[in-house]
C-alpha cells in the first residue's frame, strides 16, 4: 500500500508501516529500520496513489499498457516494478520519471529480440536482443534433442540455416530447432568355421556397442580366441564405435592341452 506524506508517495507495509522496496532484481524487502506512522493516514492503492497525486492520466495508462501487453517479459517486468515502488516519489518529479520509463520501455520494444524454439527437444535457451541492422552468428543448438534424434539445423520462418551463419536483424524472430533420425546401422557375427548362430543387433550410428561374448561352437580342436572387425582384433567386453553396417568375425585357436596330457 502507499501513503502519502508531506507531497511524499511511500509504499509501505499496510499493517506495519515498514518501508518497502525493491532491489534490481525485482525481489520485494520490507525494512526494518524505516518505519513511516500510518496512523490515521489513508491508505492507497497503487491506482489511487496516482489519482491522489495528480499524475498524468495518459502517462500513467502508456505505462501501463505497456507492462500489461509485456508481462511476458521478466526483464522488463522487473524494471517497471522498480519504478512503480520507488519508495518515495514526489508529485513534481512522479511525471518524468514515468516518462522515461516510457521511453527506456519504448527502446527496448524497438530491439529485436531473437527466441529458440526447442521444437519437441528439452532444456532452454536464452533470448538475445539485437539492434535493428545488427548482425547475430547463430549458435550451437543447447537443446537435448527428443530421443533417437539429433540436431540438424536451424529453421528461421521456411529457410534453413547452419550452426556459425550470420544473419541480419530487421525484426524480432523466431528460430526453430531442426532435427533429423539418426542412422541405424547392423553389426552382424560371422562364425568363421564355427557352427551355430548369434542374432544381429541394431546399432545408433556413433554409439558404443558393447562386443559379446561368443556363442557359437568352436571348430575341432579349437576354442574361440578374439573378434575381428576389418583389420582390427577385439576382445568380448569390448566397446566399439559403429558407424556403419558392420559384420564381427570369430577368430579361433588351437585348444592348449591340459598339463600331463600329450
Not at 517497471?80 to 520509463?101: F, L
Not at 539418426?182 to 564355427?194: C, K
Not at 544381429?200 to 556413433?206: D, M, P
Request: charge should be negative; charged fraction near 30%; hydrophobic fraction near 30%.
Amino acid at each position: 500500500m502507499f501513503v502519502i506524506v508531506d507531497g511524499y508517495a511511500y509504499f509501505v507495509d499496510g499493517s506495519t508501516g515498514k518501508k518497502v522496496s525493491v532491489d534490481v532484481d525485482g525481489n520485494i524487502n520490507i525494512s526494518n529500520d524505516d518505519t513511516i506512522s500510518i496512523t490515521n493516514q489513508t491508505l492507497y492503492c497503487y491506482d489511487d496513489m496516482y489519482k491522489k497525486m495528480n499524475f498524468d492520466k495518459a502517462i500513467y495508462d502508456l505505462q501501463k499498457s505497456y507492462i500489461v501487453s509485456n508481462a511476458n517479459n521478466d526483464e522488463l517486468g522487473n524494471f517497471c516494478d522498480k519504478v512503480e515502488y520507488s519508495g518515495k516519489i514526489k508529485a513534481s518529479t512522479g511525471k518524468d520519471i514515468i516518462k522515461s520509463t516510457v521511453v527506456e520501455i519504448e527502446s527496448r520494444l524497438d530491439d529485436c529480440v531473437i527466441t529458440f524454439d526447442k521444437n519437441g527437444g528439452t532444456g532452454t535457451m536464452a533470448e538475445v536482443r539485437k539492434e535493428v541492422g545488427e548482425t547475430y552468428e547463430l549458435p550451437a543448438c543447447a537443446f537435448t534433442a527428443p530421443e533417437n534424434k539429433r540436431f540438424k539445423e536451424w529453421k528461421i520462418g521456411t529457410t534453413s540455416y547452419d550452426v556459425g551463419d550470420e544473419i541480419t536483424l530487421s525484426t524480432s524472430i523466431t528460430v526453430k530447432a531442426i532435427y533429423e533420425n539418426i542412422p541405424t546401422y547392423t553389426v552382424t557375427f560371422d562364425a568363421n568355421g564355427g557352427t551355430g548362430t548369434m542374432d544381429s543387433a541394431t546399432v545408433l550410428e556413433g554409439e558404443d556397442y558393447e562386443l559379446p561374448a561368443s556363442t557359437f561352437t568352436a571348430p575341432e580342436d579349437k576354442e574361440f580366441d578374439q573378434w575381428l572387425i576389418g583389420e582390427d582384433k577385439y576382445d568380448a567386453g569390448d566397446e566399439v564405435t559403429i558407424s556403419e553396417n558392420t559384420t564381427v568375425k570369430a577368430t579361433w585357436k588351437n585348444v592348449e592341452a591340459e598339463a600331463g596330457q600329450e
